[in-house]
């Protein structure tokens, strides 16, 4: 069955310190893959996406996310973390041709001063 | 930019009243979708849309009903409101075919009384 498994789902850097948040697929063919951030009671911003290529991806606000299909992760990075990117954070795999998302649980990311 | 609109961001009901929740998307969008995000539990596909009059049972269909009568508007009915459906609810769109993005909407905040 295809999942997504987000293993953190609380997380808390200091603001200019590096992040990483896990990813973990579930999926038979090739993945296409997202990640989306969420504001405290806001909807959903796309940060990046990976269909095919270059297995590196660049996002907006400073984001990128590395795809290994050895490891079945699509792990998101930024290098210098600022106190507005304290928010939830999302990973996604597209299901089929259906256009359907299916997300993880979801990280928890909080940014100390 | 997209721009996917849910009309009510906050609304209380009570129980056994029958809730509409609308969505309006700006770019022709050929799939709709409605998504119910619960703390831990990440976003889970309630239903969607590939065209007007036609939809598709997501994985937690149970207690909602959807219409589409018009390709921009895509509305969430709940029949008979009950104090578990109280929630985020989260609108997306996107063109058709696999490989595009979805947009999501700001949300609708429904507590069920």
């Known amino acids: 069955a295809q999942s997504v498994t987000q293993p953190d789902i609380h997380i808390t850097v200091s603001e200019g310190a590096s992040l990483e948040l896990r990813c973990n697929y579930s999926?038979?063919?090739?993945?296409?893959l997202f990640w989306y951030v969420q504001s405290p009671g806001q909807g959903l911003q796309l940060l990046l996406k990976?269909?095919?290529?270059?297995?590196l991806v660049q996002g907006i606000k400073g984001f990128e996310a590395e795809f290994k299909r050895s490891q079945s992760s699509f792990n998101l990075r930024k290098p210098s973390v600022h106190w507005s990117d304290a928010a939830e954070y999302f990973c996604?795999?597209?299901?089929?041709?259906?256009?359907?998302?299916?997300f993880g649980q979801g990280t928890t990311l909080q940014v100390k001063p | 930019d997209v721009k996917v609109t849910q009309s009510s961001r906050y609304l209380v009901k009570r129980t056994g009243e029958k809730v509409f929740l609308e969505c309006v998307q700006d770019?022709?969008?050929?799939?709709m979708f409605w998504y119910r995000q619960d703390p831990g539990l990440g976003l889970r596909l309630i239903y969607f849309?590939?065209?007007?009059?036609?939809?598709e049972k997501g994985d937690i269909p149970e207690g909602y009903s959807v219409s589409r009568e018009k390709k921009e508007r895509f509305s969430l009915i709940l029949e008979s409101a009950s104090t578990n459906q109280t929630s985020m609810y989260l609108c997306?769109?996107?063109?058709?075919?696999?490989?595009?993005?979805?947009?999501f909407g700001e949300g609708s905040w429904l507590t069920v009384v």
């Open positions: 997306a769109s996107s063109s058709g075919g696999s490989r595009n993005t979805i947009y």
């Open positions: 999926y038979g063919a090739t993945p296409y």
């Open positions: 990976y269909f095919s290529g270059d297995t």
């Open positions: 996604a795999v597209l299901s089929g041709n259906t256009g359907k998302l299916i």
């Open positions: 770019m022709d969008h050929e799939n």
């Open positions: 849309s590939y065209d007007v009059k036609m939809k």
